[in-house]
């Protein structure tokens, strides 16, 4: 089992740049993919990236050259927001589930994860 907070959310102007933080607590030794999600106002939930123990990492398309995600420790996973869009703002949720319960290419997935944080709040304004 995970535990997880998440981080860092706020307000940015457009071209600005954020780091979300999720602090997880595990009760297991098995080995995990971290993964972080948003929610923008009125559209469903979008998988961005993911990062496991294996440190194998995965990047949606939208994500991709603008989000980075890193295992900063053994307990934190970070994602680094820059050149942020009004499009952008949503509420951003970190996940996680074991390595083993995530099929190959569903690692960004809303399904695939098994612990949700309660997330943070991303505002960019013009």
């Known amino acids: 089992e995970v535990q997880i907070a998440e981080s860092g959310g706020g307000q940015v102007q457009n071209g600005g740049s954020l780091r979300l933080t999720c602090a997880f607590a595990?009760?297991?030794?098995?080995?995990?993919?971290f993964s972080w999600f948003r929610r923008a106002p009125g559209k469903s939930r979008e998988g961005l990236a993911a990062?496991?123990?294996?440190?194998?990492e995965y990047y949606s398309e939208s994500a991709k050259g603008r989000f980075t995600i890193s295992a900063d420790s053994a307990n934190i996973v970070s994602l680094h927001l820059r050149d942020l869009q009004i499009e952008d703002t949503a509420v951003y949720y970190c996940?996680?589930?074991?390595?083993?319960?995530?099929?190959?290419?569903?690692?960004?997935?809303?399904?695939?994860?098994?612990?949700w944080g309660q997330g943070t709040q991303v505002t960019v304004s013009s």
């Open positions: 990062i496991g123990d294996d440190g194998e």
């Open positions: 595990r009760s297991d030794s098995q080995l995990y993919t």
């Open positions: 996940a996680a589930s074991p390595i083993v319960e995530i099929m190959g290419g569903q690692e960004l997935w809303e399904r695939s994860y098994d612990y």
